[in-house]
């Protein structure tokens, strides 16, 4: 059974802080990983695909991948309230399907 | 560009009565389609997803049905709504090989009464 785990928070910073988003996953095999953006009522909107160990950088989002570890990290520098939203990982293993994590409610206080 | 379409947004149905929802997608071909529900506060859990035209594959048994008449068309039905087919049901689409994530329709809220 291949898992995908996220602390499911709420995790709340100020404005302008960084935001730091963990998951991890039990598939020694996953390729590709995802990180989708949802808010309140809305449809998940995907944000980062990471393929490679390390960082990969878009604006304000990084994400992190150590493949060791078997974990997967986004950060959010200079957090808007706009960012407040739950954040979905999604791993991709052999196959065409996703797995996701059940999601880590961010709050990002003004 | 790719699109994806996805209706009703909203939906109260009786208990007991049949649902029809349906997906669209425009700008591939042979897409792979999945749909998905999402009860309030939960992840998401899988429901059906389908490599190519009539080809279904269903996740966890229940009281709905998926059918996919055309290669860009999904269709989740049920013939008897249940309180607990409440929910916000997403369907998605993804490349056959599924490297650049899916991505999902705007969603049906779906409140049974």
């Known amino acids: 059974q291949k898992e995908v785990e996220q602390n499911s928070g709420p995790l709340s910073v100020p404005e302008g802080a960084i935001a730091s988003l963990n998951c991890t996953y039990s598939?020694?095999?996953?390729?590709?990983f995802f990180w989708y953006r949802q808010y309140s009522g809305k449809s998940p909107e995907l944000i980062m695909f990471i393929y490679s160990n390390g960082d990969k950088e878009d604006g304000r989002f990084t994400a992190q991948l150590n493949k060791a570890s078997q974990y997967v990290s986004l950060l959010i520098r200079d957090s808007q309230p706009s960012d407040s939203a739950t954040y979905l990982c999604a791993v991709k293993g052999g196959s065409y399907q996703l797995t996701f994590g059940k999601g880590t409610k961010l709050s990002v206080i003004p | 560009s790719q699109t994806i379409h996805q209706w009703p947004a909203t939906l109260v149905q009786p208990v007991g009565s049949p649902l029809s929802l349906e997906c669209t997608v425009e700008?591939?071909?042979?897409?792979?389609l999945y749909w998905y529900r999402q009860a309030a506060g939960r992840g998401l859990q899988l429901l059906f997803y389908?490599?190519?035209?009539?080809?279904i594959s269903s996740e966890v048994p229940q009281n709905l049905s998926a059918s996919r008449p055309q290669d860009r068309q999904f269709i989740l039905s049920s013939k008897k709504l249940l309180l607990s087919d409440s929910g916000f049901y997403l369907c998605?689409?993804?490349?056959?090989?599924?490297?650049?994530?899916?991505?999902f329709g705007s969603g049906t809220r779906l409140t049974v009464v």
């Open positions: 700008g591939t071909s042979n897409p792979n």
């Open positions: 998605a689409w993804s490349t056959p090989g599924g490297f650049y994530g899916y991505t």
């Open positions: 389908s490599v190519g035209i009539g080809q």
């Open positions: 598939d020694r095999g996953s390729q590709s």
